[in-house]
């Protein structure tokens, strides 16, 4: 009797795949495609890109602003000169801001146009479902 109890468990048992040895978060990692990589490429090319402009432009002004006034006006220092520094500063926090969504289209842009190109030299036709 005990041992027809133990074979009807067997039978209901599904059949799966034991774990393997890689950790639970890299088994169920998706791996992207070659777009999705150009695009994460482009798009990280573009925030330094958008960056470093933004610190140059930072630079640039500070620069004219203290040249102008220290020395082809020869004027001294005062505290009210600080908020002119800072609207160099939001000047170009606000060309990063701009910068990089303003890119991400055109990541997207280009690359679609890079996969089109690739298409005509195959010689591959795609064709409207209309």
Same mark, same amino acid.
């Given at each position: @009797?005990?041992?027809?109890?133990?074979?009807?468990? %067997?039978?209901? *048992?599904? /059949?799966?795949?034991?774990?393997?040895?890689?950790?639970? #978060?890299?088994?169920?990692?998706? #791996?992207?495609?070659?777009?999705?990589?150009?695009?994460?490429?482009?798009?990280?090319?573009?925030?330094?890109?958008?960056?470093?402009?933004?610190?140059?432009?930072?630079?640039?002004?500070?620069?004219?602003?203290?040249? %102008?006034?220290? *020395?082809?006006?020869?004027?001294?220092?005062?505290?009210?000169?600080?908020?002119?520094?800072? /609207?160099?500063?939001?000047?170009?926090?606000?060309?990063?801001?701009?910068?990089?969504? #303003?890119?991400?289209?055109?990541?997207?842009?280009?690359?679609?146009?890079?996969?089109?190109?690739?298409?005509? @030299?195959?010689?591959?036709?795609?064709?409207?479902? %209309?």
């Amino acid at each position: @009797m005990l041992w027809i109890k133990i074979v009807v468990l %067997r039978a209901k *048992v599904p /059949k799966t795949k034991w774990p393997t040895d890689k950790p639970a #978060e890299t088994s169920h990692k998706k #791996e992207k495609s070659v777009l999705q990589a150009k695009l994460t490429k482009l798009a990280i090319q573009i925030g330094y890109a958008g960056s470093t402009i933004a610190v140059l432009t930072v630079i640039i002004l500070v620069v004219q602003f203290c040249v %102008r006034t220290f *020395v082809i006006d020869g004027k001294p220092w005062k505290a009210t000169y600080i908020n002119n520094l800072v /609207k160099h500063l939001i000047i170009g926090v606000t060309v990063l801001v701009v910068a990089v969504p #303003e890119g991400l289209p055109l990541a997207v842009t280009l690359s679609l146009a890079y996969s089109v190109k690739v298409s005509l @030299m195959f010689k591959i036709i795609i064709y409207s479902s %209309r």
